[in-house]
């Protein structure tokens, strides 16, 4: 069974503050990561995707992944209420056909 | 990226119907899958559609409760049938362009 893991949460940080969002996923073969957010209600909306190890950054977001330790995280900077919502770690594992392995997600509060 | 469209966005079902969802895309696409979201969970792939021939299931997932058609590469319907209250979950359409992964606004079926 080919996993994908992430705190459920919630995460709370102050307006302004830095949100760092872990994974970790089971496949070491994989080789697409993707970070989704999803607001209460709402489809899951693509932000990011990384498909290489080191850094991504796309204005206040940056993806990092870690494939020798199986660790993809993404970081929000300056957070505002409006980022608030849950954060889907998702991953195309070898042998899947393009199929998305979603982990559970992380609810992320930012507070006023 | 490609823009989904759903219908109906909701419905209310008595148990023992069926309904049927569709999925417009606004451009050729591949691969197009069909997602469940229960209440508080993650995304559970339910089928890869195939354009031309039959769908492709996932474990727990049969074409009899589920049967989709594709008839061409910008449209799919997924049916619930003999619908129970457990199938009451947002559906959702979800394509593959330019190798990412994007999400129709879902169909909220609820079943009583």
């Known amino acids: 069974q080919k996993e994908v893991e992430q705190n459920s949460g919630p995460l709370s940080v102050p307006e302004g503050a830095i949100a760092s969002l872990n994974c970790t996923y089971s496949?070491?073969?994989?080789?697409?990561f993707f970070w989704y957010r999803q607001y209460s209600g709402k489809s899951p909306e693509l932000i990011m995707s990384?498909?290489?190890?080191g850094d991504k950054e796309d204005g206040r977001f940056t993806a990092q992944l870690n494939k020798a330790s199986q660790y993809v995280s993404l970081l929000i900077r300056d957070s505002q209420p409006s980022d608030s919502a849950t954060y889907l770690c998702?991953?195309?594992?070898?042998?899947?056909?393009?199929?998305?392995?979603f982990g559970t997600g992380t609810r992320l509060q930012v507070t006023l | 990226s490609a823009v989904i469209s759903q219908k109906p966005s909701r419905d209310i079902c008595q148990r023992g119907t069926s309904l049927t969802i569709q999925c417009q895309v606004d451009?050729?696409?591949?691969?197009m899958f069909w997602y469940r979201q229960q209440p508080g969970q993650s995304l559970t792939l339910i089928a890869t559609?195939?354009?031309?021939?039959?769908?492709?299931?996932e474990s727990g997932f049969v074409i009899d409760k589920f049967p989709i058609s594709r008839p061409n590469l910008t449209f799919s319907t997924l049916t619930v049938s003999n619908m129970s209250p457990e199938d009451s979950s947002i559906y959702l359409c979800?394509?593959?362009?330019?190798?990412?992964?994007?999400f129709g606004p879902g169909t909220r079926l609820t079943v009583t």
């Open positions: 979800s394509v593959i362009s330019r190798y990412e992964q994007y």
């Open positions: 496949d070491r073969g994989s080789q697409s």
């Open positions: 990384i498909y290489s190890n």
């Open positions: 998702a991953v195309i594992s070898t042998g899947t056909a393009s199929k998305l392995t």
């Open positions: 451009s050729q696409v591949t691969m």
């Open positions: 559609a195939n354009q031309g021939s039959e769908a492709t299931y």
